[in-house]
């Protein structure tokens, strides 16, 4: 995968002709995963003393190997994947190598975006929309968590509301759409702060969770970050 090496290769011609009518593909994805990747192994202290003031002190830790394995691996994938395939072998590799609480969610979020996307060639803003509510659902079902209980679903939950009210009733471009939704993320995240968790490992130290912001709202946040540095760019749905 990548866009190096494409020349003369039909398939991935088509895909960058999709591209540039405003369709994400599998290298859009790409550059998606490794730009969240990158910043978790950067970040990963931080989010592991996040998690030492309420929880085990581990969700840095726990990132870090999945997202350095994926930074070794993805590289080296079938170019020729669709869109989902892409998100559903990252799923998999994250339920496989983060392990915590964490591996299970973060798993569910690129299994869940895979299911809605299934065979798509490329991924529209609206798809990608969808995508990401059926990810936030995933957390639900999954974590059976709600707003409040000071979680990463605190971060995506307003983010994927505000990426939705930017997209569809507003008709805003899928690269200010994403920026909004990275800064409710943030807002939701930093609102954890302010929460007793209710969830999770760190849900058992009660008060002493109060004052500092979840590790996971803090992780996903820069996941949706990440998709508003990399994804806003390569649709161009201004026109429509
Ligand atoms: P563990 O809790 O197993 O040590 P991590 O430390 O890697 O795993 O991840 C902790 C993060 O996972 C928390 O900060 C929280 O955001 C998220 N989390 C834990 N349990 C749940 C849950 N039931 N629903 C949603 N998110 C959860
Ligand atoms: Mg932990």
Known sequence: MGRSGSHG??????????????????????????????????????LSDLDAASGDADHGANMERGMSALLQAVPGWDRQLLPGDFLKEIGMHLVSSVGGSSGALYGTIFLRMARTVGDACAIDPELLLQAFESAAEGIVDRGKVKRGDKTMYDALAPA???????????RQP????????????????????????????????RENSRGVVDPGAASVTMLIQAAARTLGNSVTNEAS
């Not at 920026?179 to 130290?205: C, F, I, L, N």
Request: aromatic share 4%; proline share 2%.
């Open 174 to 205: 899928l690269s200010a759409s994403l920026r909004a939704a990275a800064e409710a993320a943030q807002t939701g995240r930093d609102t954890t702060a302010d929460m007793v968790a209710r969830k999770g490992k760190s849900s058992y130290a």
């Open 9 to 46: 290769n039909t398939a991935m011609g088509a895909m960058r002709m999709t591209t540039m009518n405003g369709q994400l593909m599998p290298e859009d994805l790409e550059r998606w995963v490794l730009d969240f990747a990158a910043q978790i192994v950067e970040q990963h202290v931080m």
């Open 160 to 170: 994927v509301e505000v990426l939705r009210e930017q997209l569809l009733p507003a």
